[in-house]
């Protein structure tokens, strides 16, 4: 789905800080993220709560700022689509895939736009794309099940949606939001939440850096973690689990026990405080001093 511009999205090139300058300038910039991320926020809560022609105009002041990001306009041209404005969505799509050829969501989106316009073939081979940039993306294999059901390829479309629910149980509620925004969904404050249907994300509150292993620094060590975790609706931590790591079995422990001490305001559905799922990468780059 759309990924979100949180607080936690900014998070692609966390680093190891361990002084405290370092440690005030990371918290610093977590609590008070750049323009283009603050106007992109606000341009994806507004697409959120339906206001996609005020939504288009901050992913406009995100987009004057920075040119090149490949996921402004992919959350443009999703506020574009649901607007109805399929022309304009698909330029924007097009035109995230050729700053950003691995972005999955830009693939999946062009292929909803096909789908709209009941261009059955051509959306199969884009949500195949999307797959292929991301194996875990639930909302693609969703909609080409959809597709195949089309094409009358009933057994590939039974193991795509199998496979969606696996990766994201109610990924059938997403969609039907994404297909009749109108769609008002009680909120369930002990459902887990993805950020894509959240109005505001958490906001970390305390974060503290990995502590780098001894071992990989004497060893001259970098790498990363790939976690995943759940932010409760007290704003605690929970279910942390490593998607991936290079390499393998050095930074895991440490990133793990950072994350486990991490506490935020959580995320809000309608006025309320849920739980709400987190991916992030941890970097460990053993020259930041």
């Known amino acids: 789905m759309k990924q979100i511009i949180s607080l936690f999205l900014l998070l692609t090139v966390l680093v190891l800080l361990t002084d405290c300058n370092n440690r005030t300038h990371f918290n610093n910039y977590l609590n008070n993220p750049p323009p283009a991320i603050q106007y992109a926020g606000q341009g994806n809560t507004l697409t959120n709560n339906k206001k996609y022609d005020e939504a288009i105009s901050y992913f406009n002041k995100a987009i004057n700022l920075e040119p090149n990001n490949s996921m402004y306009y992919c959350n443009r041209g999703e506020a574009y689509w649901l607007n109805g404005q399929n022309n304009e969505a698909m330029a924007d ?54 597709a195949f059901e089309k094409t009358g390829e009933i057994n590939k479309a039974v193991l795509d ?54 071992e990989a620094k004497k060893n001259n060590i970098s790498g990363y973690v790939k976690v995943k975790y759940v932010v409760t609706k007290e704003g605690k931590t929970k279910d942390i689990i490593i998607k991936e790591a290079s390499p393998k079995g050095v930074f895991e422990t440490a990133a793990i026990q950072a994350v486990e001490q991490y506490r935020f305001n959580p995320a809000v559905k309608k006025g309320q405080a849920v739980n709400v799922i987190v991916n992030m990468p941890i970097q460990f780059d053993v020259n930041t001093k």
């Open 161 to 214: 949606k199998k496979r969606a629910k696996e990766l994201q149980p109610r990924v059938e509620a997403v969609l039907k939001r994404m297909i009749s925004p109108e769609i008002d969904e009680p909120v369930d404050p002990d459902t887990i939440y993805t950020l894509s249907e959240v109005e505001a994300p958490p906001k970390a509150v305390y974060v503290v850096p990995p502590v780098y292993p001894i």
């Open 93 to 146: 799509f097009n035109r995230s895939i050729e700053l950003d050829p691995n972005i999955a969501n830009g693939y999946f989106y062009r292929g909803a736009v096909y789908m709209k316009d009941e261009e059955v073939d051509k959306a199969i081979i884009e949500f195949n794309m999307a797959i292929q940039k991301n194996p875990d993306f639930a909302p693609a294999y969703l909609y080409r099940g959809i």
